[in-house]
């Protein structure tokens, strides 16, 4: 039996819209929505509608002011956590995401070149992703 897709909002497709028209590999949410408590509702909201339907892989970052925002928090009273937009398609083989970090090494987010701990963290992540999928495939046969 195939899982339906989940309906997405208004608010979801508006942004997944504007995501769509970044051609970055690597997309902060705070790009899209101030990540503030009056948000929260929203926030998680887009979460869950892009996870159920495949559209994007949201990797939260926690500590992101010294992770992912060294420079720029200095100057910017920023949220602590930061949540990472990846297309699902990187997480399809182990070859595949040493790829995508390899590629995303140096990359800049606003000011701030990745760390090497967030990228520790993005390459855990996408593996997690990679065996869930995996052990889901093993399942169904």
Do not use: C, H, W
Request: overall charge positive; proline content about 5%.
């Amino acid at each position: 039996m195939k899982k339906a897709k989940a309906i997405l909002s208004n608010d979801t497709i508006d942004i997944y819209k504007e995501i769509s028209q970044r051609k970055s590999p690597l997309l902060p949410i705070s790009d899209f929505i101030e990540i503030k408590p009056d948000n929260e509702g929203k926030i998680e909201k887009l979460i869950t509608e892009m996870r159920s339907n495949n559209l994007k892989i949201i990797i939260p970052i926690y500590n992101a002011r010294q992770t992912l925002y060294p420079q720029r928090s200095k100057k910017y009273l920023l949220s602590d956590v930061e949540y990472l937009m990846i297309d699902p398609e990187i997480a399809t083989s182990p070859e595949s995401i040493r790829d995508y970090i390899d590629l995303v090494s140096g990359f800049k987010l606003k000011e701030d070149a990745i760390t090497g701990s967030a990228l520790f963290s993005i390459e855990k992540y996408l593996m997690s992703i990679y065996r869930q999928n995996r052990a889901k495939i093993k399942r169904k046969k």
